[in-house]
């Protein structure tokens, strides 16, 4: 197997979260993973189908997973960092042997925590998620060389039957805000959201 390839750009989160989600028109959900993953999801344009992770690192892709298995009728996005994917690495494996076809998961890669002082994570070295994806048995898994190539792939999450890991290099920009602290509102907003079948009025 390669190598991560040495040409992938770094990218903008905020832009890719944003074309992401102008292609979600039949109500899909996202999780969006703890901190900037959420606060970019938050800030392209609040939905009653985001679900924005606060307080557990790790834990937008199990979430994720757990909502593509309960509705196969509707696609599933889950956004998480790269310190919080190393911390769950396992739930690759899960979502494997599952094999949720609805199912699409974006790393944003900028080889650090960011939000808790910008300490190297693995992928600063050695580690490849990619790699990593196809080790745990994820067939469709990719790196986004560019804008025009993450927007193929999201094309392809959305059309095409999963499940679907891309990874993505992306800069240091900090969001231009935070989502706000309301899980009880989050929870409540997303758990209706789910209860309407894709494509019907949401209350």
Known sequence: MQGRPSNL???????????LVSRLTHDEAVIGGIGNSNFDLWNAG???QNFYMLGSMGLAVPIG?????????RRVFALEGDGSMLMQLGVLTTIANR???NLAIVVWDNAMCQITGS???ASAGLADFVAIAHGAGLENSAWAADEPE???????ALAQDGPWFIAAKIDGTAP????????????????RAMAVKPGGPVF
């Not at 750009?9 to 074309?19: A, E, I, Q, S």
């Not at 997973?65 to 009728?73: H, M, S, T, Y």
Request: net charge positive.
């Open 46 to 48: 609040p939905r009653p």
């Open 9 to 19: 750009k770094l990218m903008n989160r905020f832009d890719l979260t944003c074309r």
């Open 65 to 73: 997973l757990g909502v593509a298995l309960a509705q196969p009728e």
């Open 119 to 121: 300490q190297p994570t």
């Open 176 to 191: 231009k805000g935070q989502t706000p602290r309301e899980p009880v509102i989050i929870k409540d907003r997303f758990t």
């Open 150 to 156: 993450f927007e193929r792939l999201v094309e392809h």
């Open 99 to 101: 094999v949720p076809k």
